[in-house]
Every structure is written in structure tokens, then in C-alpha cells.
Nanobody, 115 residues
């Protein structure tokens, strides 16, 4: 079992920035592919960004150039730096670990972009 603790959400004005963090339990974090998903009210959960164990990244088209995913294996933590935030980025953001065909999820952190 892997436990994920995501945090860092909040209320921010359009154009602002936030950094989300996700701390994972266990000793094998460096081998995991980690991702951030989000779910807005009335919408399906969608993939935002993913980072593999070797550091390769991929992003949803809607966040390319504005968001950056990174990881610190020494801290068992993955980050999502979000810049130039827009109202349509408002959602609950979830950390995800894909391990041996199983998905593990954080509890989610609310991001609200509003003036």
C-alpha cells in the first residue's frame, strides 16, 4: 500500500501561481510514475501532468507552458507548479501513483481561481 498526501491548494486570483505538493509513503518512490489529475464540478477527472521514474514529463494541452511537474526522490515528493492560473483551472487536484497496474490517489486539494 502506498499513501499519498497532497496539499498546497487555495484561492488565487487569475494570473497568480500555486505550487501543489504530494508526499508518498514507502521506499520505492523513485520507481513510480507520478501524475496530477483534476476534477472540476460536473466534469470528469482529467489528467493534468505526468512524470516518469526517469524524469520524462507530459502535459495536457490546456496547461502546457503554464504548469510544471517535478519530483524530489530524496523527499518522496512530487510537485505541480502552476503559473498564469485561469478561472478554468478551478478544480480539485489529485495526486496519483500508478504502481503494478494499480492506481493510488491522494485525497485531493482544492484550487480556486477567482477574482
Amino acid at each position: 500500500q502506498v499513501q499519498l498526501a497532497d496539499s498546497g491548494g487555495g484561492l488565487v486570483q487569475p494570473g497568480g501561481s500555486l505550487r501543489l505538493s504530494c508526499a508518498a509513503s514507502g521506499s520505492r518512490f523513485r520507481f513510480y510514475t507520478m501524475a496530477w489529475y483534476r476534477q472540476a464540478p460536473g466534469k470528469q477527472r482529467e489528467l493534468v501532468a505526468v512524470i516518469t521514474s526517469d524524469g520524462s514529463t507530459n502535459y495536457a494541452d490546456s496547461v502546457k507552458g503554464r504548469f510544471a511537474i517535478s519530483r524530489d526522490n530524496s523527499k518522496n515528493t512530487v510537485y505541480l507548479q502552476m503559473n498564469s492560473l485561469k478561472p478554468e483551472d478551478t478544480a480539485v487536484y489529485y495526486c496519483n501513483a500508478a504502481i503494478n497496474r494499480a492506481d493510488y490517489w491522494g485525497r485531493g486539494t482544492q484550487v480556486t481561481v477567482s477574482s
